[in-house]
């Protein structure tokens, strides 16, 4: 599978912003997928996932409540639903997939990357 993230911008603290992946090939539906992030110096960290589905979702701590991911399995993508925005969530925004699961996901060992999105919050 492919992977192509989008949606990137520049946003004032406390704003909103969408983030989207778009994912090529078939059975998307096998597919458990996961956003990341990595700030300017920092390593790349785990936000949220999703299951196959999209029954479940999981999310960092530093995220919960304010951003929310979903999918469309119709449509080949994924999203990633940013509020309150901070500008620690300053960073570039990758979306990952795996058919193992969970567990990979949250190793941060996903087998497909896409290439990332900036994503600016200013202060």
């Known amino acids: 599978v492919q992977l192509q993230a989008s949606g990137g911008g520049l946003v004032q603290a406390g704003g909103s912003l969408r983030v989207s992946c778009a994912a090529s090939?078939?059975?998307?539906?096998?597919?458990?997928m996961g956003w990341f992030r990595q700030a300017p110096g920092r390593e790349r960290e785990f936000v949220a996932a999703?299951?196959?589905?999209?029954?479940?979702?999981y999310y960092d701590d530093s995220v919960k409540g304010r951003f929310t991911i979903s999918r469309d399995n119709d449509k080949n993508m994924v999203y990633l639903q940013m509020g309150s925005l901070k500008p620690e969530d300053t960073a570039v925004y990758y979306c990952?997939?795996?058919?193992?699961?969970?567990?990979?996901?949250?190793?941060?060992?996903?087998?497909?990357w896409g290439q990332g999105t900036l994503v600016t919050v200013s202060s």
């Open positions: 999703i299951s196959w589905g999209g029954g479940s979702t």
């Open positions: 990952a997939a795996d058919q193992r699961g969970l567990p990979t996901i949250l190793a941060g060992t996903p087998k497909y």
């Open positions: 090939g078939r059975a998307f539906d096998t597919y458990y």
